[in-house]
């Protein structure tokens, strides 16, 4: 089975808007066992998106069209899918409802042109997933078939995921159910975690499933991605269970999160459980670790507030720190305790690095210290951070929290 | 003159990177005059890449090629180009002595298939601009053109913007230079802007030149974007000048910056004539407004800090904050005091707002309070921000820097 993508809208090629959706539906339909060869952008003209669909069925069984679905003069995808497939459009009595309804319980007004998104090509179904006004479309063409999905991406997620991907699936005949979960990892480069997978990895190749992949995630750390193929739902799950539980015991503690949590969330409830409350002195993260803390679950519970240190007199005048460079073990360890003192918290955290290309106080740019302290014990690790200036912000955030994570798990 | 663009790379297709080289040389196009009617994404597959440049061909007079030209057996744009010429591939001698010369200069030693990316289908040529090992190519077929560059986005832009777009123009006659200037505003929404300068946009629609764009940046605002067209750079330049004094004349203190001017860039800039520096209660933006002033150009000589408030017990005890509530004219006054006086600061910022859903103290989510202090007198503003928590902290950042800015310009 192979399937297209075709994004359409102008602003698409004039580079107003990235194209994120056609990348993101070509990662579900490489997760779903479906290729996908060719993806095209084209704009808002009914010549040239006729001329694409065309080009995408010689070329596929199936073709998703995302976008122009909306119910403006603009939008134009609804006339070209009837152009190629050779038939009419219709009003849908039920769709017009929904939009009605949709505009009533807002207590607005309709645009009268609100129901040129009710209109079908003949021989079309709707896509009952239909969280906007915009119906996506299901339009068999022989025993190949075009999709449409509005451009919105929360509206495009849920059809391609709850209609889309299930009818090409079932089309293709294939029956086992995909699924994968991602264990996020700190500490390691992929090369180290490939080392220590490497048996487990081997195994796999020979049984083919579940399959393992690394994903790179830049400050995020390496995410590995399990994907497993069953028979039903339940059993997928068992088998991630089973499989992320394999890893772990291999990983051990570089495993700090699965699928969507961060660091940061992990570390304030690592923090709740203690019943501890977290202070932090920001020197080279200059604001950044607050503003992750500040957006996380479960900020306010955890977190009392922070020092953004501009100047090194404010550290030392406020936090303790001794005179001379704040890059030194003795100022991050002052620094933590300082915050705990001043704020009234059980635990700090501090980090002073070397952000900019020119050396400071003998140390080259990436050296960094963090400083930790728990209930009036300090502690120290210096480490080197790569990148330019605002990745070493962000890896000494990401850092300082997973020294901590590691403290409060044992 | 039409122009396509092919991204080439499985990855893009898998949704492991969005493509948004793509967008960028679609936008770059469309400054330079330059039509780009359809851009496709296609994996590292030759029979695929060749069908891709071979529809790309006869529907444009020009295809740009961009991935595909590094050292490895993935790398197979220059095959593919070969492919459609009718022609073979030949080592350029001068290319594969830069390479070794940039193996030399780092000191490292260069594997044989780096020499792989000297090889040029024949009739071809180099592009002079080479900021890495890949060389882009000019290929010519009939009164037609293939262009390929590398997927490293800063190579990329280098070869297009140096030699790609005025071989482009040239190619298609255009002898007029086009250029653009972006003027940043702050605080009225487009249709407000719309209407300041309708006059002008009406006179401008009839000379044709130059031309007014609005760019909607959300948490930047929005931009107004001149382009004009003119004989050579420097008539340009003028012309650009000219248009921007009239739009100032027009918009007055909403143009905060030009291009790449961030507001808190430019705020620190008026702080630092003024020979003052600056102090931060963080409430509402929770380290953000620090993360973004610390990143900034001049940062270090007038940043001195900030206190990121987690807990209101922290704004009473050491900012002065008045007991009650957090979200009100007194609190965000005594805070911007607050700070001054802490950190020995002529300038104190300070906002509150709420946030989240729920309503607080009686305000709806988006109401915030912001407050300044210059030399020991207070200021307040109150405001309505819209959008989601996380961007309600973004408007409560470059609202209050626009607050400071309009006060240190009078």
Chains 1, 2 share one sequence.
């Not at 009003?91 to 319980?105: N, Q, T």
């Not at 090509?121 to 997933?129: D, K, N, R, T």
């Not at 495009?156 to 299930?166: F, N, S, T, Y």
Request: hydrophobic residues 45%; contains cysteine; aromatic residues 4%.
């Amino acid at each position: 089975m192979r399937c297209e993508i075709i994004a359409i809208g102008t602003e698409l090629l004039l580079g107003q808007i990235v194209d994120a959706n056609s990348s993101w539906i070509g990662g579900q339909l490489a997760l779903a066992g479906i290729d996908s060869h060719f993806q095209t952008k084209v704009g808002d003209n009914l010549e040239r998106i006729v001329g694409a669909i065309r080009i995408a069925l010689e070329r596929s069984d199936a073709v998703i069209l995302c976008g122009g679905l909306g119910p403006t003069q603009d939008d134009i995808t609804r006339d070209a899918i009837a152009r190629v497939m050779g038939v009419g459009l219709a009003p849908d009595e039920a769709v017009a409802g929904r939009i009605r309804e949709i505009f009533r319980s807002r207590k607005r007004e309709m645009p009268a042109n609100n129901l040129r998104q009710a209109e079908v090509p003949e021989g079309a179904w709707v896509i009952p997933q239909m969280p906007g006004t915009a119906p996506g479309l299901v339009c068999p063409l022989g025993d190949k078939v075009i999709y449409a999905v509005p451009g919105v991406p929360l509206e495009m997620r849920e059809m391609i995921a709850g209609a889309v991907i299930p009818d090409l699936r079932r089309r293709s005949g294939m029956t086992a159910v995909i699924e994968s979960r991602v264990l996020r990892t700190w500490g390691q480069p992929e090369s180290a975690l490939a080392e220590l997978l490497a048996g487990r990895m081997a195994e796999l190749d020979r049984v083919g499933n579940p399959t393992l992949a690394f994903l790179a995630s830049g400050i995020e750390g390496i995410k590995v991605r399990i994907t497993v193929k069953a028979p039903d739902s339940a059993t997928a799950r068992q088998w991630l269970d089973e499989e992320e539980q394999r890893l772990r015991d291999l990983l051990g503690e570089l495993v700090f999160g699965v699928d969507e949590q961060t660091m940061e969330a992990v570390v304030l409830e690592l923090l709740r459980a203690h019943g501890w409350s977290l202070g932090v002195a920001e020197v080279a993260t200059g604001g950044l670790m607050s503003t992750r803390l500040s957006a996380a679950p479960g900020a306010a519970e955890v977190f009392r507030g922070a020092v953004v240190v501009g100047a090194d007199r404010i550290a030392q005048e406020w936090l303790g720190a001794p005179a001379g460079s704040l890059l030194s073990e003795a100022a991050v360890k002052a620094m933590a305790l300082g915050i705990c003192r001043v704020l009234g918290t059980e635990v700090g955290l501090a980090a002073t690095a070397v952000i900019d290309p020119q050396e400071q106080a003998g140390y080259r740019m990436g050296t960094a210290f963090l400083g930790l302290a728990i209930n009036g014990a300090a502690e120290f690790q210096p480490v080197r951070l790569p990148g330019r200036p605002e990745q070493i912000r962000q890896f000494s955030v990401i850092s300082l929290l997973n020294f901590l994570r590691l403290r409060l798990l044992f």
